[in-house]
């Protein structure tokens, strides 16, 4: 695997390692994180992250291979933020709560680039995280993220975020005040309160 991720062909070694991947095995997956643990630079560290994802991408969950358990923890601890993130994004895939944990620290990171952000928010609610509503609901005043906070919001339960959403509604644009009914008519409880709010008139009907 290691000569397969030559830094000098960056897109034909993803490629490659992808490949390797592409059936999402345990075998296939536990291959390419012992090449994590196998490999001696950054770059060489974050191609088969990315390699990994890729091959996960569409589950929710997986199973960790044996040696996640010490390879995470220092993907966790790197210094470069490419690498923190992708492996915060692998781990959380893997149910652990230290990736997830990093993953919110990297939404609310106001020092973080919103391409950043947004793909650690991704990974959270790709994994259906838990307690992840009221993040959704601080987001909600960040310009950056606030389209991806509004769509999120509809896998959560929380009448609190429908308030949210109803009180901001005048505020947002309207490309954002179509998800936000979009999100507000995904659940009986916040149809709801919408159906309430345009009765009202605090929302018009149109």
Known sequence: LGMLAKPA???????????IGSDGGPKAIAALVDGIAQAK????????????RSSLQGQPHADAPASWVTVGPNL???????????????????????AADELRKIVTDAKR????????????????????????????????LRPAAIRGLSL?????ATKAILGLYAQLTPDEQRMALGTLCSRQASA??????????SIPAS
């Open 9 to 19: 062909m960056p897109r034909l070694s993803e490629f490659m390692l992808r490949r």
């Open 41 to 52: 630079d950054d770059t060489t560290r974050l191609l088969f992250l990315r390699a990994v």
């Open 76 to 98: 966790l601890a790197s210094q470069d933020p490419a690498i923190q993130l992708q492996a915060a994004a692998l781990g959380a895939t893997f149910q652990q709560a230290e």
């Open 113 to 144: 680039t919103a391409t950043d952000r947004e793909e650690a928010l991704s990974a959270l609610l790709s994994g259906r995280t838990a307690r992840l509503s009221s993040t959704l609901v601080a987001l909600l005043q960040d310009q950056e």
């Open 156 to 160: 959560y339960e929380d009448a609190s």
């Open 192 to 201: 709801n309160s919408l159906m309430d709010a345009i009765a009202a008139k």
